[in-house]
């Protein structure tokens, strides 16, 4: 070994071709979901936003319009009416969503630990929200539906689940509590389990009740996973289409014409794609500054197991 330093370059060196080679295959493996991001994501949101600068509709190249389609927005009163419905489904969606997800969370960690039940509650989340839609149709027809035919038996009026504008959207919003709780409730359980044992153990010497656990220890200390949780569910619970478009296609009378199907009716039944470009990036507008004030009001970036 000489005074030149020759070994430690060497070694240096060996270093930078190793960094260099794990690189090369980084780029490798993520290349394609970046393409497909590119291809998928990328380009139609810039081509979305173009499109919201004009009066395109399918038939003519369009010409460009500036901010009127969302000068437009401020005086439709059926774009109101969807905001209005969406954030009612939102509410009855998320607040049911989660209460029972909790429940049934804490009943999985603390009293169930069949994979079976788990993989029972998981059932609905993976079936198609088409077949649900489809299942659910049936299941609360006025006139032959089960649920009726049962409440008739035993005396109660048969009820137009799907036809009673007081009656359609809270429908559709418990139709998707019942097929979304039990994978919401796979989280907030697997936040739960990543609470220490000895925590538990502490307050039951301390005499605590599972009520006083839950409250106290458990969901203090699921915060960030509740946030995310709750995160997800919004965003998904705005984009609520599938239901819609199965079993009312928006009605009666507008009562479950969410903004989702609004976009969708816009863009592919009327061909108003400039229009319905500008609502969808005023609903993306809506949606990120939800996401930033949740973000904020929960504190998800800070965890109390730490």
């Known amino acids: 070994m000489t005074a030149t330093g020759v070994p430690g370059t060497s070694r240096s060196a060996r270093w930078k071709s190793l960094g260099r080679r794990e690189t090369r295959v980084a780029l490798l493996f993520i290349t394609p979901a970046s393409l497909g991001f590119i291809v998928f994501y990328l380009v139609p949101t810039f081509r979305g936003v173009w499109l919201s600068l004009t009066d395109y509709d399918l038939f003519s190249p369009g010409t460009f319009v500036g901010v009127d389609n969302y000068a437009k927005l401020l005086g439709d009163s059926v774009f109101f009416n969807a905001l209005g419905v969406t954030l009612e489904y939102v509410l009855i969606n998320i607040t049911l969503q989660t209460a029972l997800a909790l429940l ?93 044992k000895d925590v538990y153990e502490a307050a039951s010497i301390d005499g605590a009740s599972e009520w006083k656990t839950f409250w106290r220890i458990s969901l203090p200390l699921i915060r960030p996973v509740l946030a995310l949780v709750l995160i997800i569910s919004i965003i998904g619970s705005f984009q609520i289409f599938d239901t819609i478009a199965i079993t009312t296609k928006g009605g009666p009378v507008n009562a479950t014409r969410v903004i989702y199907y609004y976009i969708y009716d816009l863009a592919f039944n009327r061909y108003d794609f400039g229009y319905a470009s500008a609502m969808a990036l005023v609903l993306f507008a809506l949606l990120m500054g939800v996401t930033l004030l949740q973000l904020r009001l929960t504190r998800a970036n800070r965890s109390d197991l730490g």
């Open 104 to 196: 049934l969370a804490a009943l999985m960690h603390r009293l169930a630990k069949s994979i079976v039940i788990r993989g029972i509650l998981l059932a609905p989340y993976m079936v198609s929200g088409v077949v649900v839609a489809l299942l659910w149709l049936w299941l609360l027809d006025y006139q032959i539906g089960l649920v009726n035919n049962v409440a008739e038996f035993f005396g109660l009026p048969r009820e137009a689940y799907f036809g009673d504008p007081q009656l359609a959207i809270i429908t559709v919003a418990l139709i998707n509590v019942w097929k979304s709780m039990g994978y919401t409730a796979l989280l907030l359980f697997a936040g739960l389990q990543a609470i220490p």
